[in-house]
């Protein structure tokens, strides 16, 4: 766990070295008329992936979207019911796509889906096939987001399968021809999302590589992935969250950094876990997609993916993406302003036992006397000078809400 601390705390130092070496990329041109409300906050939701891999089927997704809203979720902000791998079928002889036998009925999928007030999402590849060996999107383009429209599809997820070793075997010896190439590959989608006039979030599957972030909105992307798929597990938390250091001049309403999707309530994770995910997730201005069973969600998962006044730190309309402000060893304090003038502050403990950690306010740009308020806790701590110190555990985190007092 340390060595994995010491390649964060390092990260950008490592890439700065790096990129001495990288010549520099083409300019991108960004499409000529991108909504510009679409995904105006983080996009909020659920996604079947986590849970269910591509064992999906007409009936689980309206489970899940029924949970979504019978569990309060939808209240909250939680919207898109996100197929991943295991809906597609084959194409037919004009080319256009069909979905498999689990899904009789699309469009009808998609009526039913919007009758509750929320919004579905479909999962495709820029390449010939997806990571489970469907039909991918490459030379369809136009043809899939024309079907996709048509159905009343509100949400893709273009997944970098079939493309990624190409890439790195031609980044290798001409890494601007590479780069051209994954441009060129995540633009047809874009463009042609665009073309259908349908409002459809456009969310980059390709793992931060070629440094998505610094292009992503050029393709009219509303969201990339800033690195590998996530697991429930801690280690795979910390990879995902503590490595998006440096990346909040590249977010804003309308794009977003997405280190991937919430693991909160999956099995493997320990409980700890959950509340140090969800917490760094809305300091990150990251989107919220839920990934586990909402259909047997228990009141404490519950009450950690609907907690209204951790939500509204990720949904905060300044779109604000938090960062770093210190690191110590394995304590790493996280800060992200809010548009009322208030900053959230996140204490982590990456370490191996309890800690005490203290945050000096002026780290974070406030003086004199400070009131505290813990957002997991909806508890007022009270006025404090100059600092906040608390005991944090293992792996665990304290989410506080700072304003001058008065």
Known sequence: MHRTLTRACSRRDFLKAASATVPALAAVTAPASAPPLLAATPPMGWNSYNHFRNQIDDATIRAQADAMVASGMKAVGYEYVNMDEGWAGERDAQGVIHPNAKFPDMKALADYIHSLGLKLGIYSAPSKSTCGGRPGSFGHEEQDAQTYAAWGIDYLKYDLCGLEDRFNKLAETDLPAAHAMMIEAYRKMGDALRRTGRPIVYSLCQYGMDRVWAWGPSVGANLWRTGNDIHDDYTSLSMNGFTQAGLAPFAGPGHWNDPDMLEVGNPHFKPVDNFTQ??????????????NDLTNMPPEIHAI???????????????????????????????????????VVGLFNRGRSLMKMTLRFADVGIHGRVQVRDLWEHADRGVFEDSYSTLVLKHGVVLVKLREAT
């Not at 969800?278 to 990934?291: H, Y």
């Not at 509204?312 to 604000?320: F, H």
Request: aromatic share 4%; net charge negative; proline share 8%.
């Open 278 to 291: 969800m917490s760094l997730w809305c300091l990150l201005a990251a989107p919220l997609i839920a990934g």
């Open 305 to 343: 993916l609907c907690n209204r006044e951790v939500i509204a730190v990720d949904q905060d309309p300044a779109g604000i993406q938090g960062d770093r402000v210190s690191c110590e060893g394995p304590l790493e304090i996280w800060m992200k302003p809010l548009a009322d003038g208030s900053k």
